[in-house]
């Protein structure tokens, strides 16, 4: 099976309160994306990642809060301490609250096996994506050419918050959830729009 784990942010994140933050610093463990050659740019869809095994089984992404239980066939990829959050994979079943968007979805559509997708469509929250019908998006397909290139990337790795604001500005006005890197196939960090409403005592929000 694929295993796609909650995709840090690239910023570092502090918790107060209850509350996050992020912070202008890059989390150290992500900044090698900025000088690998394979690290592509790619568009973040707002809806509800699925999964369709090398078995030819669906799943779908499941959120467990602080405290509840595992439910059966629950397949656990990352456990958030800070929030007591688990995420991970659920098999197909009737539990699924967009299984009728799912079966939508699923009509003249043919799936690569081991692969991740995203559902959207006009129920899916709130349907940023402005679509007529639910659909099935193959994760890390559509790379987001309005973004700077490795090498401008690269000579702003102290002032990188300051530098992509204006670039995140053009995607919230085209109702774009935000950006995904990619490296070596697999994605590796991501960064939101909403993510800009959240800097701790820091003039990017001004």
């Given at each position: 099976m694929v295993i796609i784990k909650k995709i840090p942010v690239l910023f570092n994140i502090c918790f107060e309160d209850g509350n996050y933050y992020l912070l202008k610093t890059i989390n150290k463990d992500l900044l090698d994306l900025f000088y690998d050659e394979t690290t592509r740019v790619t568009?973040?869809?707002?809806?509800?990642?699925?999964?369709?095994?090398k078995n030819g089984n669906w799943f779908y992404r499941k959120t467990l809060k602080k405290g509840q239980a595992e439910p059966k066939g629950f397949i656990l990829l990352t456990f958030d301490e800070n929030t007591g959050k688990s995420f991970g994979w659920m098999p197909m079943d009737n539990n699924f609250g967009y299984k009728k968007a799912f079966e939508e979805a699923?009509?003249?559509?043919?799936p690569e096996?081991?692969?991740s997708y995203e559902l959207v469509g006009p129920?899916?929250?709130?349907?940023?994506?402005?679509?007529?019908?639910?659909?099935?998006?193959?994760?890390?397909?559509?790379?987001?050419?309005?973004?700077?290139?490795l090498e401008e990337m690269q000579k702003h790795t102290e002032d990188f918050a300051d530098f992509i604001r204006p670039y995140f500005k053009n995607l919230e006005e085209k109702h774009i959830e935000g950006i995904v890197f990619w490296k070596n196939g697999k994605p590796y960090a991501k960064l939101r729009t909403k993510d800009f409403y959240h800097f701790k005592n820091d003039e990017v929000n001004k």
């Open positions: 568009r973040k869809y707002d809806g509800t990642a699925m999964l369709y095994d699923l009509v003249n559509f043919v096996k081991d692969k129920k899916i929250n709130n349907n940023h994506e402005n679509l007529d019908s639910h659909k099935l998006i193959l994760h890390g397909l559509d790379l987001e050419e309005d973004f700077p290139s």
